[in-house]
């Protein structure tokens, strides 16, 4: 091996070959400082004087299935200029670390197509040098994001864990990248996440957030020029609770045992949508049964239809008629979770309706919600949690399988 392959074949600048050593399928290269390449990491004199050595070794990209090793005495030296006392920059690694940055690219571009258990077997390291690796590159390049272009901002908790763990996410919705995660849920995950947003002088235009009224005052209180716009998913889904528990309520009062063999197993019938029921299993004739027998049942699953006609209007203008049509019909039935869900969305109108100012949703949060769920499923949960968060910001850049 000579020392211009060292430059040509490991990219090792200013350094000389001097010998090559084989070892229980280990490949070792000895180099050696050049003396007149040495300057102060400092000030950048070569006006040095020798002050000993440290025996080094850096794992190299294997080459076929054999591990690659790096011996070097790393120079201490002390200047003569500024007075320095220390030891001599590698080019090659990063002191602190037993490989080089070679290798560091090797791991992450591996990483790409294996989970972390996969790589560090396939290189004969431990689990935490792969981790490791992968969290200093995630927090060199997400962990501080730039918001002074921000527009558009979704925002909603995820569960990580059981036991009502959650982390809350904010979503740039141009982009699709995760900008911040803050631990637990509610107005106190985001408070650093307003801290940063203000120093960042973004003018941020809309934000697509839940009925939460901790999400809502928040956002008011630190984004006064901004629209908020109620998710129309989370609308729904929240009407599709208030179904749920109808039904529920309907079979515990019924007295008659044909009522309620007709109400049960129709759960998802009836928040199906009506193109999705399956014929072959009889879906639409089950259902149609269920509401001809359970009139309150037939006016809030009608009504449910309804609602969906509001984010279909070619006006907002258009759209207001309908809400309102759609609150006086609820208000007006004698079921009482209608009433109390017509007092809601009457409360949350202009949210709702601030969807046709900015047709913007969480939608594009929920996929971020699925691939983070595939994340944890692959890696079998994460222990380190700065290490989790600094995953899900780059979830934005995965373009391959998600591997933890």
């Not at 004087?49 to 054999?66: E, T």
């Not at 944890?376 to 968060?389: I, S, T």
Request: glycine residues 6%; proline residues 3%.
């Amino acid at each position: 091996m000579s020392t211009s392959l060292l430059y040509h074949g490991f990219g090792l600048i200013g350094y000389t070959y001097v010998k090559t050593a084989y070892e229980e399928g280990k490949v070792i290269f000895t180099i050696a400082h050049k003396r007149d390449r040495l300057h102060c990491p400092a000030c950048g004199s070569r006006d040095l004087v020798l002050r000993g050595c440290s025996p080094r070794r850096f794992r190299l990209v294997p080459i076929g299935s054999k591990a690659i090793f790096l011996d070097l005495d790393v120079q201490r030296i002390a200047c003569r200029r500024c007075d320095t006392v220390r030891q001599v920059e590698l080019g090659f690694a990063d002191s602190r670390f037993s490989y080089t940055r070679a290798f560091e690219r090797y791991v992450l571009e591996l990483s790409k197509h294996m989970t972390i258990l996969d790589v560090a077997r396939h290189l004969h390291v431990s689990w935490d040098v792969v981790k490791d690796i992968q969290k200093r590159y995630l927090k060199k390049k997400f962990s501080r994001p730039a918001l002074k272009d921000l527009r558009y901002l979704a925002i909603d908790e995820i569960a990580v864990k059981k036991g009502h763990t959650y982390v809350t996410v904010v979503l740039d919705l141009e982009s699709g990248a995760v900008i911040f995660v803050g631990d637990g849920k509610g107005a106190d995950a985001l408070i650093p996440f307003w801290k940063r947003l203000r120093h960042s002088r973004a003018t941020v235009e809309a934000v697509a957030i839940d009925m939460s009224p901790a999400y809502m005052s928040a956002v008011m209180k630190h984004l006064p020029n901004a629209t908020i716009v109620f998710d129309h998913f989370h609308v729904v889904k929240l009407f599709n609770d208030k179904l749920s528990n109808l039904r529920r309520e309907l079979y515990r009062e019924a007295t008659d045992q044909l009522q309620k063999d007709v109400l049960k197993g129709t759960r998802w019938l009836l928040l199906k949508n009506p193109g999705n029921l399956d014929e072959k299993k009889a879906e639409k004739e089950r259902l149609d049964e269920a509401l001809r027998m359970n009139e309150p049942l037939y006016t809030a699953y009608y009504l449910k239809e309804d609602l969906r006609e509001v984010w279909n209007q070619p006006s907002k203008k258009k759209a207001t008629k309908v809400l309102d049509e759609w609150i006086r019909k609820a208000s007006s039935s004698s079921i009482s979770i209608l009433k109390t869900l017509s007092k809601t969305l009457s409360a949350y109108k202009s949210g709702i309706l601030a969807y046709y100012d900015f047709p913007i949703s969480t939608g594009p949060l929920e996929g971020t919600n699925n691939k983070i769920k595939t994340m944890k499923r692959q890696a079998y949960g994460f222990r380190d949690m700065e290490f989790f968060k600094l995953k899900i910001m780059g979830l934005h850049e995965t373009k391959y399988a998600l591997v933890g």
